[in-house]
């Protein structure tokens, strides 16, 4: 059976990746693989991160945690959005490592037995997850029953290196650190960086870097250069078969809301892809790559399927593969394009690729 779409996954790429942010932090890597490692396949991504040198993986969930270990995988893993209530034995069952940002999830850890292994989150300026108004209060309790791994924080704008709030926020962490020391907690490690700090704040590498989308071969900002700028590699290409070739007349309306119509007599290619595959209904200035060139997408993108302007000209025939983003050597649309197109970034394009996508993954 051929697919009518895939999602073709570069795991040599990954491997690259994973080398060349570990040489440049210049400390330990952990593998950030929530969010099924970012739509390229969880336990595929970890397995041959870990094996190209990453020594730690993080997820959001406990329930990735729990899936990496099923699958076999013996790495360190640390899941950072673990709220009260959960399933607290589970994870020391498994042998993972909990991010702790509030009182009411510490003392429910503590509480387990087993020495559960926690890394403290701190809020140091992002104002998102970590102990603020609490911390004080905290540095009060009985860490006795538990191990503290970690100490750890998130930069909310990394990706603007000369913001003045990166540097205020790593002094916080400092701080922060020396009063957790204070009240004579020692944390085995300290971690701050994502990718962008990776690239671009050696300060900031401490034990561990925690890198995402550069693993995957993306920036985390245009703005600091594209992949290749950053010395990486793309790991994942987008493709779609045409589900149907047709001349089309001039002034005919295309799709639901005839929101557009065809200028002239052109021929027109039906990609079977939509927005239930994760194509951004919203992306209209984007399109696929074909025979060496670009096809725009015209009239709006349905759940299934787009409608791409083909040109007069055009060979391509129906069953043909179109790209629809890939590395951009070729000339092809990235994920760097589909999230300008659509408003938002490539964080959210490859993360929405849709569950009826086979991922393919190439390896040597
Ligand atoms: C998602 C996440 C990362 C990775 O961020 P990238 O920008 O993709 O490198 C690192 N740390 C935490 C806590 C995260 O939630």
């Known amino acids: 059976m051929v697919n009518r779409a895939e999602a073709r996954i570069n795991l040599n790429a990954i491997a690259a990746n994973v080398r060349h942010l570990k040489e440049l932090s210049g400390t330990n890597l952990l593998a950030v693989v929530k ?18 040198g990453a020594t730690w993986l993080g997820v959001a969930l406990l329930e990735e945690a ?27 069952k498994n042998n993972i490592d909990i991010a702790i940002s509030s009182i009411v999830a510490f003392e429910e850890i503590s509480k387990i037995g087993g020495r559960p292994r926690i890394h403290i989150e701190i809020d140091t300026g992002m104002t998102r997850g970590g102990f603020l108004d609490q911390w004080q209060k905290f540095l009060q309790s009985d860490f006795s029953t538990v191990e503290v791994v970690g100490l750890f924080s998130h930069f909310a704008r990394a990706d603007e290196p000369d913001e003045k709030q990166n540097s205020h926020q790593r002094e916080r962490f400092l701080e922060m650190f020396a009063e957790l020391e204070a009240v004579g907690v020692h944390p085995q490690m ?27 071969g993306l920036t985390p900002d245009i703005s600091m250069g594209d992949s290749a700028a ?26 639901y809301g005839a929101s557009e119509m065809t200028k002239v007599d052109t021929k027109l290619g039906v990609v079977a892809m939509g927005y239930a595959d994760g194509i951004p209904r919203i992306a209209h200035d984007s399109g696929v790559f074909i025979d060496g060139k670009r096809a725009q997408i015209i009239g709006r993108v349905s759940m299934d399927q787009f409608v791409v302007d083909l040109g007069a000209d055009s060979s391509a025939q129906s069953g043909d593969w179109v790209i ?19 408003g938002s970034i490539n964080y959210e394009i490859v993360t929405r690729i849709g569950v009826r996508v086979p991922r393919i993954y190439d390896y040597e």
């Open 35 to 52: 969010a099924d490692a970012y739509g390229h396949g969880l336990v595929e991504v970890a397995q041959v991160a870990i094996s190209a």
């Open 66 to 92: 729990i899936t990496l270990r099923k699958a076999g995988i013996t790495a360190p893993i640390l899941a950072w959005l673990v709220p009260p209530g959960s399933d607290f034995n589970m994870a020391v």
């Open 190 to 216: 300290r971690h701050l960086s994502n990718s962008a700090a990776t690239l671009k704040d050696h300060s900031s590498a401490f034990d561990l870097v925690r890198t995402g989308i550069s693993m995957y």
């Open 230 to 255: 950053l010395g990486l590699q793309p790991a994942m290409k987008l493709r779609a078969r045409l589900h149907l070739v047709k001349h089309v007349r001039a002034n005919s309306p295309v799709g």
């Open 324 to 342: 629809i983003f890939g590395d951009g050597s070729e000339g092809e649309y990235t994920a760097d394009d589909w999230g300008k197109a659509s």
